[in-house]
């Protein structure tokens, strides 16, 4: 018989009743019924109750035992009475009654119980990472990770899709992140750095004459944590193709992604028509380039039934310029009670509130109720009743200013809306190409213009649409939104040296910087560079959807906290003073 099991704890039936087998495992859980012992043993394929009795000779050394004891027991498998099996295990019809036992490791008191539903601090969790990843939940979502990577590369090889190695260490890149930097010993006084993502190297295999890459890739990136996004490191599906148009690499993605939220989003809708939407209109109807489409309400712009108004603050605000008001729709949401709960929603967010109106049945016709119809009287009232396409019933809410002010609350207000009312369809994946981003934007403070998004991607338009106003210049830019998370982000890239000079400088980098920085392609560009583009696509946002998680660390193995610490390793650690004469770095102590 094998040193430490015959079968997995997930394997024995009736059909082995008699036999004599060997299991490995750890305890799951102790109970001690008169005198017998009860014990679910529990490995990475489920469980089985093994019973030991005073008539073993091992059950003195088995009353030791404690939860998460790794131990080996010999024994006979026996069919339960029909009225003690359990129909929930795939063992639950059998026990294993133990005659020979070994510890094969003890277990000290535990920090955090495996077995129920216990909730620990975080960081508890995190610094017991491999108990933690005992428990059935995560022990589910990193069998789901693993299997959706499986699946992402079948289908990417289906697809014709070469897999490549990009290397790790590298030069740096402005990606819209800081990077990690790494000391060079051999060279002293200068720094590699972690990639951000493979941008350039997927670019140079263009040029190198492969015509579809991928690669499921690490990406490091030095960022303030959230609870969507890795304050270190993350995965990507990293893909490149040669010779193609925006629309190619959509419809070449799509059927990989739509495939994957079928085969794992247990039994949810998942869109079949992606719809596209510029960042423009994305921005006005839903205040986020990442719109949770499964919410149907759309903001609209009402500023012209406020013009002129009694209603004074949006009045005198529309006086100046570049300010608006929007209108979020509210379909079911025409009571005073749900009114006044977004308007302390909104508080919260740092507003001062909302302006609201809702309207009700007074039995001799609808009436719009509310500060904001005392003020600007029945016939706006109704224009904005029309336009919106509300009813009896119905509410609708009112935010004004400068949009780069507010657009962001009022997307969180939509979402807000669309939950409490129960707008929000939760069995459904939904998606949407979020495309035409802007390539600069424009620092408010000094008004200085740079890079918005990725500053390697193709202005339409060519060389002639950056001889204008640089933030009227759209890219070939393109994010792919999910419930209300960003999935995917690409671009039809820059290939020519000319233009992509050009971009450059008008984000205040000058050519010789430009080949400093970027040496490695822009020479390569010189040389035939095909048309090219590309995406990425986040492997972890994309398990903690399928996963219906909220928090992406429940979908990575050895997850950093919220402050970029690994607790179990204890990392960032301070280094020896050898490490540092050996790369000639002195370490400054903080500041106060």
């Given at each position: 018989?094998?040193?430490?099991?015959?079968?997995?704890?997930?394997?024995?039936?009736?059909?082995?009743?008699?036999?004599?087998?060997?299991?490995?495992?750890?305890?799951?859980?102790?109970?001690?019924?008169?005198?017998?012992?009860?014990?679910?043993?529990?490995?990475?394929?489920?469980?089985?109750?093994?019973?030991?009795?005073?008539?073993?000779?091992?059950?003195?050394?088995?009353?030791?035992?404690?939860?998460?004891?790794?131990?080996?027991?010999?024994?006979?498998?026996?069919?339960?009475?029909?009225?003690?099996?359990?129909?929930?295990?795939?063992?639950?019809?059998?026990?294993?009654?133990?005659?020979?036992?070994?510890?094969?490791?003890?277990?000290?008191?535990?920090?955090?119980?495996?077995?129920?539903?216990?909730?620990y601090p975080e960081e508890t969790r995190l610094k017991y990472r491999y108990l933690d990843l005992?428990?059935?939940?995560?022990?589910?979502?990193?069998?789901?990770?693993?299997?959706?990577?499986?699946?992402?590369?079948?289908?990417?090889?289906?697809?014709?899709?070469?897999?490549?190695?990009?290397?790790?260490?590298?030069?740096?890149?402005?990606?819209?992140?800081?990077?990690?930097?790494?000391?060079?010993?051999?060279?002293?006084?200068?720094?590699?750095?972690?990639?951000?993502?493979?941008?350039?190297?997927?670019?140079?295999?263009?040029?190198?004459?492969?015509?579809?890459?991928?690669?499921?890739?690490?990406?490091?990136?030095?960022?303030?944590?959230?609870?969507?996004?890795?304050?270190?490191?993350?995965?990507?599906?990293?893909?490149?193709?040669?010779?193609?148009?925006?629309?190619?690499?959509?419809?070449?993605?799509?059927?990989?992604?739509?495939?994957?939220?079928?085969?794992?989003?247990?039994?949810?809708?998942?869109?079949?028509?992606?719809?596209?939407?510029?960042?423009?209109?994305?921005?006005?109807?839903?205040?986020?380039?990442?719109?949770?489409?499964?919410?149907?309400?759309?903001?609209?712009?009402?500023?012209?039934?406020?013009?002129?108004?009694?209603?004074?603050?949006?009045?005198?605000?529309?006086?100046?310029?570049?300010?608006?008001?929007?209108?979020?729709?509210?379909?079911?949401?025409?009571?005073?009670?749900?009114?006044?709960?977004?308007?302390?929603?909104?508080?919260?967010?740092?507003?001062?509130?909302?302006?609201?109106?809702?309207?009700?049945?007074?039995?001799?016709?609808?009436?719009?109720?509310?500060?904001?119809?005392?003020?600007?009287?029945?016939?706006?009232?109704?224009?904005?009743?029309?336009?919106?396409?509300?009813?009896?019933?119905?509410?609708?809410?009112?935010?004004?200013?400068?949009?780069?002010?507010?657009?962001?609350?009022?997307?969180?207000?939509?979402?807000?809306?669309?939950?409490?009312?129960?707008?929000?369809?939760?069995?459904?994946?939904?998606?949407?190409?979020?495309?035409?981003?802007?390539?600069?934007?424009?620092?408010?403070?000094?008004?200085?213009?740079?890079?918005?998004?990725?500053?390697?991607?193709?202005?339409?338009?060519?060389?002639?649409?950056?001889?204008?106003?640089?933030?009227?210049?759209?890219?070939?830019?393109?994010?792919?939104?999910?419930?209300?998370?960003?999935?995917?982000?690409?671009?039809?890239?820059?290939?020519?040296?000319?233009?992509?000079?050009?971009?450059?400088?008008?984000?205040?980098?000058?050519?010789?910087?430009?080949?400093?920085?970027?040496?490695?392609?822009?020479?390569?560009?010189?040389?035939?560079?095909p048309p090219h583009g590309g995406c990425a696509a986040g492997i972890d946002r994309i398990v903690?959807?399928?996963?219906?998680?909220?928090?992406?660390?429940?979908?990575?193995?050895?997850?950093?906290?919220?402050?970029?610490?690994?607790?179990?390793?204890?990392?960032?650690?301070?280094?020896?003073?050898?490490?540092?004469?050996?790369?000639?770095?002195?370490?400054?102590?903080?500041?106060?």
């Amino acid at each position: 018989m094998h040193a430490f099991r015959s079968l997995t704890c997930n394997e024995l039936n009736k059909s082995n009743v008699g036999e004599t087998v060997r299991l490995s495992g750890w305890v799951h859980r102790v109970r001690d019924h008169g005198g017998v012992l009860f014990i679910d043993l529990r490995d990475h394929y489920g469980m089985t109750q093994v019973i030991c009795d005073p008539d073993s000779a091992v059950f003195a050394e088995l009353e030791k035992v404690r939860s998460e004891w790794c131990i080996r027991v010999d024994g006979e498998v026996k069919a339960r009475d029909e009225s003690l099996v359990n129909a929930k295990l795939p063992t639950g019809e059998i026990e294993v009654y133990v005659r020979d036992m070994e510890v094969l490791g003890a277990a000290e008191e535990l920090p955090l119980m495996v077995f129920g539903d216990q909730e620990y601090p975080e960081e508890t969790r995190l610094k017991y990472r491999y108990l933690d990843l005992r428990r059935e939940k995560l022990q589910d979502n990193m069998l789901l990770r693993s299997n959706v990577v499986r699946s992402i590369r079948k289908r990417m090889w289906d697809a014709e899709f070469n897999e490549f190695q990009t290397p790790i260490i590298t030069a740096s890149s402005p990606e819209g992140a800081r990077d990690f930097l790494v000391p060079s010993r051999l060279h002293p006084g200068k720094f590699y750095a972690l990639p951000q993502a493979p941008q350039q190297f997927k670019q140079l295999i263009m040029v190198s004459g492969f015509d579809k890459y991928f690669q499921i890739a690490p990406c490091f990136r030095d960022e303030d944590p959230r609870a969507d996004r890795s304050p270190t490191d993350f995965y990507q599906l990293d893909m490149e193709m040669s010779f193609v148009e925006q629309q190619d690499v959509f419809d070449t993605i799509q059927p990989v992604i739509q495939g994957i939220f079928e085969e794992f989003g247990g039994g949810k809708t998942v869109d079949m028509e992606w719809e596209q939407i510029s960042y423009r209109d994305a921005a006005l109807w839903y205040g986020t380039d990442k719109p949770d489409l499964r919410n149907p309400i759309k903001m609209q712009v009402v500023s012209e039934h406020f013009k002129g108004s009694g209603f004074a603050i949006f009045a005198k605000l529309l006086e100046q310029e570049g300010t608006e008001i929007r209108a979020i729709p509210a379909p079911g949401g025409g009571s005073r009670k749900f009114c006044d709960r977004m308007n302390a929603f909104a508080q919260k967010e740092g507003l001062p509130g909302m302006g609201y109106i809702f309207w009700r049945d007074q039995g001799e016709g609808m009436e719009a109720a509310g500060p904001l119809a005392k003020n600007i009287g029945p016939e706006r009232t109704e224009a904005i009743r029309q336009q919106l396409g509300l009813e009896v019933g119905d509410a609708a809410f009112f935010l004004g200013g400068k949009p780069s002010a507010f657009e962001a609350v009022a997307g969180r207000a939509r979402v807000e809306i669309g939950n409490e009312l129960g707008l929000t369809d939760q069995n459904r994946f939904a998606f949407a190409w979020i495309v035409d981003f802007p390539m600069y934007e424009a620092d408010e403070e000094t008004g200085e213009i740079d890079f918005s998004h990725n500053p390697f991607s193709m202005p339409q338009g060519g060389i002639e649409a950056l001889s204008g106003d640089p933030l009227e210049v759209l890219g070939y830019q393109y994010d792919l939104a999910c419930n209300g998370y960003e999935l995917v982000s690409g671009a039809i890239r820059n290939h020519k040296p000319e233009i992509m000079f050009k971009a450059f400088e008008l984000a205040g980098y000058g050519e010789d910087e430009v080949r400093k920085r970027f040496g490695g392609m822009v020479n390569a560009f010189k040389y035939g560079a095909p048309p090219h583009g590309g995406c990425a696509a986040g492997i972890d946002r994309i398990v903690m959807l399928l996963a219906d998680e909220a928090n992406i660390r429940e979908v990575i193995m050895f997850p950093m906290n919220q402050r970029a610490e690994d607790l179990m390793m204890a990392a960032p650690s301070d280094p020896t003073n050898e490490q540092l004469r050996e790369l000639r770095l002195r370490v400054l102590p903080p500041e106060e």
